[in-house]
């Protein structure tokens, strides 16, 4: 083993234990050979993988200055470009490699929809899902493109995609629930919100438009309990407490929606909503006197 292998050699057990200690041997063999592939790549992928992507991207270029055909190196500081939010010279890079793959099609399509380019997101999308993936995630992906375009038969149809490529998942269940919600399919989406609670997907926006849609359904108890989680869970934040409010006045439960008010004000006392609600039920109470 030469000088050069062993200070690699020395680095790459490093690494993990004492990634200055790698840096520093990596330097040293970078003193010794300035140009060395093997050298640069190890301390572009160090640097990379501690997120010093301005660092990493130095050396990767270093690299790709010696061979503009090095689509390893080509590909990580497009990575690192996305990390940093460089959308549009990520996309250049990625643009660089010529036989695209599952990964770089999916980071290209995830830095167009940054740059608000759905369409062009899907129609990358759409390529990558002729490929043999490994998880639900790209189906998922196109379905929420599709939601921003309020295609949400297409979300649909992608989504049951994925349940018959992947099984049964929480995220496609809450997904395909919203989706049908956004089209008054009522009961529709009651199936699948109730889907996704036995999936254990708990968060405050599931809570509260699962609320909403038992609320159409006529399962008023049932709403008004998982409104009231979604309070819970986020006490400042007001849109759970107008939900909950409104419905009470719907039903005439005039004095439970004052109580909610009230809650409401103390949390969020610069909300106007609130503050209009809490006029519109003192007002309420004022006549039934």
């Given amino acids: 083993m030469n000088k050069i292998e062993n200070l690699l050699w020395r680095a790459k057990m490093q690494k993990d234990k004492n990634w200055l200690e790698a840096r520093n041997l990596l330097n040293d063999a970078l003193e010794e050979e300035p140009t060395n592939i093997d050298i640069l790549k190890t301390i572009a992928d160090l640097y990379q993988s501690k997120k010093l992507y301005h660092k990493a991207i130095v050396y990767y270029q270093m690299i790709i200055v010696q061979n503009k055909e090095d689509e390893q190196a080509i590909f990580r500081a497009a990575n690192c470009f996305l990390s940093l939010k460089e959308f549009k010279i990520a996309i250049d890079y990625y ?172 949390n969020l006392p610069t909300s106007i909503t609130i503050s209009l609600l809490y006029n519109k039920i003192l007002e309420n109470l004022n006549k039934k006197e």
Avoid at 126 to 150: D, M
Avoid at 160 to 186: C, M, P, V
């Fill in 95 to 266: 643009d660089k490699i010529k036989l695209p793959f599952p990964e770089l099609l999916y980071n290209k399509a995830f830095a167009y929809s940054k740059l608000k380019k759905n369409d062009k997101g899907i129609e990358i999308l759409k390529e990558l899902l002729r490929y043999k993936v490994s998880s639900e995630i790209p189906y998922i992906f196109i379905a929420e493109l599709y939601f921003t375009k309020k295609k949400f038969n297409e979300a649909i149809f992608y989504l049951d995609k994925a349940e018959t490529s992947f099984g049964k998942r929480g995220t496609i269940f809450y997904l395909r629930g919203l989706a049908n919600f956004q089209l008054h399919h009522w009961l529709k989406a009651y199936v699948e919100f109730q889907n996704a609670e036995k999936m254990k997907v708990r968060t405050p926006h599931f809570y509260r438009t699962y609320g909403i849609t038992c609320e159409m359904i006529g399962k008023t108890a049932r709403a008004v309990d998982l409104i009231l989680k979604c309070i819970k869970i986020l006490p400042f934040e007001p849109a759970g407490y107008i939900e909950l409010i409104n419905l009470y006045l719907n039903h005439n439960r005039t004095m439970e929606a004052y109580s909610i008010v009230k809650l409401a004000k103390k």
